[in-house]
């Protein structure tokens, strides 16, 4: 059956995950945003859930590669034959890519040729239109956020590669910073606390698992233990060991302190106006790293402003961008500068 709405898409091309919204039946597709290729030849072998089943499993002559490093396209041909699969699959399914009005989100502060050539890859896969939307104005959109309105609204996106602060008012960002930080730095430190505390080497998903199941951002109440695997250094075999919530505690001290850094940083550069909404209305917090446990108590103690976790906190940029195709592209193309559009968006 003919849907009006069918060749409407938001797009979230994160260094972590890739996540595709169609307007009327949501995310239609979320995938790991990575590549496995051979190393002698170059040929890809997988892509996304695939690809990423094989990470610390591959063998010599395969290795396994992001895409996108620190929120912004880092390898232009994989990301393009990455999203190429991910769009494939997904009309494979509807069959509605093809002529279809695309809104792709891309992280603050980047610039206006990498902009471009993130539209072109969509573009040049059959797409009619793709627009670039900055990702913390899809993330407001796709938690409800009046946006345009004469009112400030601070977003904290936490990523895998990279996390973004950023106030908006009047559906445009007023103030924005960017920080080399994610839920990948975790991990990276993760790693490197085991390999100096124990002589062990753990994997990537291993670090990414201690995160997801006994890291805290606040002071956990009981020490809860975890078994994990990793290679012995010294003595060169698989060891089985444990490690505990209070330790993981420690190293994540760093990483949530440095957020806090920034978001003073950005209020700091609030307009005095602006500055009277956030301590009114507080800080969205969003993107996968928002999960961390406790790290939104942590951070309203730290800076003394409600802190709210987003409903979706790893859907709502690729919902907002996909709210934006309600609207026909050439009406909010220059969005910053159609509140009306944006208004109605955000109210969807
Ligand atoms: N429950 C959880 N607890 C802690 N961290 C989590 C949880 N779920 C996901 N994450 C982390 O969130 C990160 C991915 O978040 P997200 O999908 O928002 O990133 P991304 O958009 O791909 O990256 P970026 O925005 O930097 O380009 C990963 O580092 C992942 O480990
Ligand atoms: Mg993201």
Request: contains cysteine; charged residues 20%; glycine residues 10%.
């Amino acid at each position: 059956m003919f849907k009006r709405f069918e060749q409407m898409f938001g797009v979230d091309l994160g260094t972590c995950n890739t996540l595709i919204y169609q307007q009327g039946n949501g995310i239609v597709l979320r995938e790991p945003s990575v590549v496995a290729i051979r190393k002698d030849t170059g040929q890809i072998e997988a892509f996304g859930e695939e690809a990423y089943a094989m990470i610390g499993r591959t063998p010599a002559n395969l290795e396994v590669i992001h895409p996108l490093k620190e929120g912004v396209v880092a390898n232009f041909d994989m990301a393009a034959a990455m999203l190429k699969h991910f769009i494939s699959k997904v009309q494979g399914r509807y069959n509605w890519f093809r002529g279809s009005q695309v809104y792709i989100s891309v992280r603050c502060g980047i610039t206006e040729v990498q902009k471009r050539a993130v539209e072109n890859m969509v573009v040049h896969k059959g797409s009619k239109r793709s627009v670039t939307i900055e990702e913390p104005l899809a993330a407001a959109i796709g938690a409800g956020l009046p946006i345009s309105d004469p009112i400030g609204n601070m977003v904290v996106d936490i990523g895998g590669g990279t996390s973004q602060v950023a106030l908006i008012s009047l559906g445009g960002i007023v103030v924005s910073q960017n920080i080399r930080l994610g839920g990948m730095s975790i991990d990276r430190d993760i790693i490197e606390y085991v390999k100096k505390t124990y002589n062990v080497i753990i994997g990537e998903r291993t670090a990414e698992e201690i995160k997801k199941t006994i890291a805290s951002a606040v002071m956990p109440e009981a020490d809860i233990r975890m078994d994990i695997r990793g290679n012995d250094l010294v003595a060169g075999l698989p060891i089985t060991m444990s490690i505990t919530s209070k330790e993981i505690y420690e190293i994540f001290d760093h990483f949530s302190m440095s957020i806090v850094e920034s978001i003073r940083q950005t209020m700091e550069q609030c307009p005095p106006e602006l500055a009277g909404d956030l301590m009114e209305r507080g800080i969205l917090l969003c993107g996968g790293g928002a999960l961390l446990q406790g790290l939104d108590q942590r951070l309203q103690q730290e800076i003394g402003v409600p802190v709210h976790l987003a409903e979706f906190p790893m859907e709502c940029i690729a919902q907002g961008a996909g709210r934006m195709l309600s609207f026909k592209a050439e009406s909010i193309g220059n969005y910053t500068s159609s509140n009306e559009a944006l208004e109605a968006a955000a109210n969807q």
